[in-house]
């Protein structure tokens, strides 16, 4: 079965501009959530969904970063100006129903902020 | 409230030498807990998931843990490393409806 798919792979664009990243959760889980990684802080929780509504968006860094689920089977991440500080992976990854089942992970968008 | 803690940063082992990495838990209701493996840029992959069912629980690649309630432990455990287990692994504790939370992750390095 095909798993959760994130859009783009890599990305590089300037400070400033304007960057969504995309996120297809595996068909039929109803939990979704946003990730960043990087060498200094580790992997960080930025914000989960269940059923396509936010429940916790405390680790969203600042005002410049929003999220959406307009539907169950596709998410946005969007970074509105970007910053160098931002550049990271990004991952996105679904669960099924049941707070104790496992969460399933895209490959990442890797970002770069120059 | 609940932690996860893996209590080495970096594991280096020969190949075909047995693998263990430690994790240790703290939760206040019966817990889930998992072993997650990130290759390089790739996302991370599940290994195994322990549900309150049988305490030693076997996963992909060889790899096994098991559960200690009276140590708060799940070490990850394989008998013979091989060149591919070379990655980064992640314990993860989810527990009583509270944020899944991840460990800060163990670096195996695996030498010929």
């Known amino acids: 079965d095909a798993g959760v798919i994130q859009s783009p792979r890599h990305e590089v664009t300037e400070m400033g501009q304007e960057v969504t990243l995309r996120c297809k959760p595996i068909?039929?889980?109803?939990?979704l959530f946003w990730y960043r990684q990087t060498m200094m802080r580790g992997l960080e929780l930025l914000i989960y969904f269940n059923n396509n509504v936010p429940i916790d968006d405390s680790g969203m860094p600042e005002d410049r970063f929003s999220a959406k689920m307009p539907n169950a089977s596709f998410s946005t991440l969007k970074i509105q100006p970007s910053e160098p500080r931002d550049s990271a992976v990004y991952f996105c990854?679904?669960?099924?129903?049941?707070?104790?089942?496992?969460?399933?992970f895209g490959d990442g968008t890797r970002l770069s902020i120059l | 409230a609940q932690s996860v803690t893996q209590l080495d940063s970096h594991v280096s082992v020969s190949e075909g030498t047995p693998v263990l990495l430690r994790c240790n838990y703290s939760?206040?209701?019966?817990?889930?807990l998992f072993w997650y493996v990130q290759h390089p840029n790739k996302g991370l992959q599940l290994l195994l998931k322990?549900?309150?069912?049988?305490?030693l629980v076997k996963g992909i690649n060889g790899f096994e843990a098991e559960f200690k309630k009276s140590e708060t432990s799940f070490h990850l455990t394989k008998p013979s490393a091989h060149m591919s287990d070379a990655a980064e692994y992640f314990c993860?504790?989810?527990?009583?409806?509270?944020?899944?939370?991840f460990g800060a992750g163990t670096r195996l390095f695996v030498k010929a």
């Open positions: 068909s039929g889980h109803n939990s």
């Open positions: 993860v504790v989810s527990a009583g409806g509270f944020k899944t939370i």
């Open positions: 939760s206040s209701y019966s817990p889930s």
């Open positions: 990854a679904s669960r099924p129903l049941g707070e104790n089942q496992p969460q399933h």
């Open positions: 322990y549900t309150s069912a049988a305490t």
